[in-house]
């Protein structure tokens, strides 16, 4: 099982990358327009979930692990596929997604080209406890988050309020937050 690879970026399309190892081998690694947006060097080096089926294998490759940690949750749904979990990762930031997910909002996740309302609510009820499985995020991550709803709720654009936080240097809610307005005003 692949888990990670790392190499030379041969060719860069919106969904994948051509990747090619020091040993020669290029590989077909799908990604997320997040992560595409994201990769400006040459080399890059990804967290990788290979699929195995009956009629050929498949690299899903991310730059952020919590990316990744989304995408396995999701293709465990009954009726989500890859290309859908790609979607969705094309479409939130894990952030984002866990705040939908938390929220309940079925709105948001229906934005997902190929998830309509019946979908939406099945992933919503499958990953209720989406929010709980990002203990993978560090204190400092979690403060982000936080910051991001508080900004969010006092009427800033979430995009806006996501760049701005990627700049702030403060390691607690109150003082992101703070810091956040100082940028955002």
């Given at each position: 099982?692949?888990v990670?690879?790392?190499?030379?970026v041969?060719?860069?399309?919106?969904t994948?990358?051509?990747?090619?190892?020091?040993?020669?081998?290029?590989?077909?690694?799908?990604?997320?327009?997040?992560?595409?947006?994201?990769?400006?060097?040459?080399?890059?080096?990804l967290?990788?979930?290979q699929?195995?089926?009956e009629?050929?294998?498949?690299?899903?490759?991310?730059?952020?692990a919590?990316?990744?940690?989304?995408?396995?949750?999701v293709?465990?749904?009954n009726?989500?596929?890859?290309s859908?979990?790609?979607?969705?990762c094309?479409?939130?930031?894990?952030?984002?997604?866990?705040t939908?997910?938390f929220?309940?909002?079925?709105?948001?996740?229906?934005?997902?080209?190929?998830?309509g309302p019946?979908s939406?609510?099945?992933?919503?009820v499958?990953?209720?406890d989406f929010k709980?499985t990002?203990?993978?995020?560090?204190?400092?991550?979690?403060a982000?988050?936080?910051?991001l709803?508080?900004l969010?709720?006092?009427?800033?654009?979430?995009?806006?309020?996501?760049?701005?936080?990627s700049?702030?240097?403060?390691e607690t809610?109150?003082?992101?937050?703070?810091e956040?307005?100082?940028?955002?005003?």
């Open positions: 099982m692949i990670a690879i790392e190499g030379e041969v060719k860069k399309e919106p994948y990358i051509h990747l090619k190892l020091s040993n020669g081998l290029t590989y077909l690694v799908h990604i997320s327009i997040h992560c595409s947006a994201k990769i400006s060097s040459d080399v890059v080096s967290h990788a979930t699929i195995i089926k009629d050929g294998h498949a690299l899903y490759g991310f730059l952020e919590l990316e990744k940690t989304m995408f396995d949750r293709i465990k749904i009726g989500v596929g890859p859908t979990a790609l979607a969705i094309s479409t939130f930031t894990p952030e984002a997604f866990s939908a997910v929220s309940q909002d079925v709105d948001a996740i229906k934005t997902v080209p190929g998830i019946k939406a609510k099945r992933i919503l499958e990953l209720s709980l990002t203990e993978t995020l560090d204190s400092t991550s979690q982000k988050q936080d910051a709803l508080a969010e709720s006092l009427g800033f654009k979430r995009d806006r309020i996501t760049k701005v936080l700049s702030c240097s403060s809610t109150e003082s992101l937050i703070k956040a307005l100082k940028k955002l005003t």
